[in-house]
């Protein structure tokens, strides 16, 4: 049974920050594109940072240079490190690993910016 497991989600104040974590289990996490999606309400679920199993990444332009990605193949684990957060990056944020036609979610943790 595969499982992504989201946590590291909560309040924080604009400009500060805020580490996710997502847990895999059930697939072979070395060989899986692992994603982070947000949605924020009224909005169309969006691509926020992608991690290619050899490692490479991307990024929304509207996080980069504030959000890094990566991963841990030895803990099947892949983290999203958020700084300078602003009110618009407010969402739920979503897990996904995906390899061909295999595509897994978590399910979510929230992310609030505000002061």
């Known amino acids: 049974q595969v499982q992504l497991v989201e946590s590291g989600g909560g309040l924080v104040q604009p400009g500060g920050s805020l580490s996710l974590s997502c847990a895999a289990s059930?697939?072979?996490?070395?060989?899986?594109?692992m994603d982070w999606y947000r949605q924020a309400p009224g909005k169309q679920r969006g691509l926020v940072a992608s991690?290619?199993?050899?490692?490479?990444?991307n990024y929304a332009d509207s996080v980069k240079g504030r959000f890094t990605i990566s991963r841990d193949n030895a803990k099947k684990m892949v983290v999203l490190q958020m700084n300078n957060l602003k009110p618009e990056d407010t969402a739920v944020y979503y897990c996904?690993?995906?390899?061909?036609?295999?595509?897994?979610w978590g399910q979510g943790t929230q992310v609030t910016v505000s002061s």
């Open positions: 991690i290619t199993s050899g490692g490479s990444t």
């Open positions: 996904n690993a995906r390899l061909n036609s295999l595509n897994y």
């Open positions: 059930g697939i072979t996490f070395s060989v899986y594109v």
